[in-house]
């Protein structure tokens, strides 16, 4: 065979090799990065539900917490039929935390590995679940996944696990939360401790609420994400930060300045999270009063209406989760409806 001849043997080889190839290209979209991004929005692994029997952890994750002030919580969770198991961390003290972060993180561990725990409450916020986030393996938690239960600073929690293993958590009341006297107990007190078991239990979710004059109507479906603002904005470039991209995201947070919301929102919108949402909920905000002579001349509807004003999904506002007495349980990573008209408003999942 000539040189010539090779060489053209070699040249259309090559040419159908890159043809085939070519070819192929449409057909494998679902390895791409953001094909992979985009099924966060569509897929959710959701842990076993609870029933009579099952064990719930109790561990801290950031802030300290005494034996007797989780007894109310526990008595109310054996009264529901279940077992509960206390973490190490439980009575520990360093500092503002509940033990070291080595403690707190082998703790937290412990309960993720423990196949007989079927959920993990955290006993309270606080400040110190990002010390630990890079410390915990969730390996062998993914082959038994398991309800991690709490809100504030546990939104490190369920952001991580929804940005990176799309595993359903619940957002609601911890141990601190749960009244010492049930019968002498507000009836919202006790209706947000009872949404804790039904979210546990697997119960169909539906709250109703009250509607604002500020509302943007409309009807919107997709994962729920969301949780405490501030912790949100601190998650942003990191590996726990969430993705929202057809999801309805939640938001809440407590003891901050309007500027600071402000700023908090605009980092929403500059990172793309509030582009393609398919609804928004705004839930209780505590908001620090501003200092004399630095008055920031916006309420906390101006600054969310002005970042979403260009956007074509609902947006409610006053929804009862946050640090507040009526904080609901929501389940992250589960898929919702949010249906807002002028006279309601209703969120199921």
């Known amino acids: 065979m000539s040189a010539k001849i090779l060489y053209l043997n070699i040249f259309m080889n090559r040419k159908n090799f890159l043809s085939a190839i070519a070819a192929m ?45 989780i007894e109310a919580a526990v008595l109310q969770m054996e009264s529901w039929g279940f077992k509960l198991r206390i973490g190490d961390t439980i009575g520990k003290r360093d500092s503002s935390f509940g033990g070291t972060d080595d403690e707190r993180a082998e703790d937290f561990q412990q309960m993720l590995d423990d ?14 679940a990002v010390r630990i986030i890079d410390k915990l393996n969730f390996s062998i938690f993914l082959h038994h996944p398991k309800w991690i239960i709490g809100f504030s600073d546990v939104t490190v929690l369920h ?9 359903a958590s619940i957002h609601s009341k ?17 209706d ?14 539906k709250y109703a609420v009250t509607p604002h004059i500020m509302n943007k109507a409309g009807v919107g479906e ?18 726990s930060d969430i993705k929202t991209a057809g999801k309805i995201l939640f938001v809440e947070d407590t003891g901050e300045y309007l500027y600071s919301i402000d700023r908090m ?13 398919k609804g928004l909920i705004v839930g209780g905000f505590k908001i620090k009063p501003d200092d004399a002579g630095e008055e920031f001349g916006r309420t906390l509807y101006d600054i969310v209406l002005e970042k979403v004003k260009e956007y074509q999904y609902p947006v409610c506002f006053d929804f ?26 209703i969120l199921s999942g």
């Open 159 to 167: 952001s991580h696990l929804n940005r990176n293993y799309q595993v």
């Open 320 to 345: 009862p989760v946050g640090h507040q007495r009526n904080n609901y349980a929501l389940k992250c990573g589960v898929m919702h409806k949010l249906v807002i008209t002028p006279n309601s408003v």
């Open 174 to 190: 911890m141990c601190n939360s749960f009244p010492d006297d049930h019968t002498t107990a507000e009836p919202v007190q006790i």
């Open 265 to 277: 929102f605009w980092n929403l919108k500059r990172t793309a999270k509030l582009v393609n949402l």
């Open 222 to 239: 997709g994962l729920l994400v969301g949780g405490n603002l501030k912790t949100l904005e601190s998650l942003s470039g990191t590996r």
């Open 115 to 128: 196949f007989s725990v079927k959920a993990i409450m955290c006993a309270r916020g606080g400040y110190g």
């Open 192 to 205: 947000t401790i009872n949404s804790i078991r039904r979210a546990l239990t697997g119960e169909h979710m």
């Open 25 to 69: 290209a449409p057909a494998i979209p679902e390895f791409t990065r953001t094909s992979k991004e985009d099924n966060q929005s569509k897929q959710s692994i959701i842990p076993k539900y609870l029933k009579t029997g099952d064990i719930i952890g109790i561990t801290c994750p950031a802030g300290y917490i005494m034996r007797n002030e």
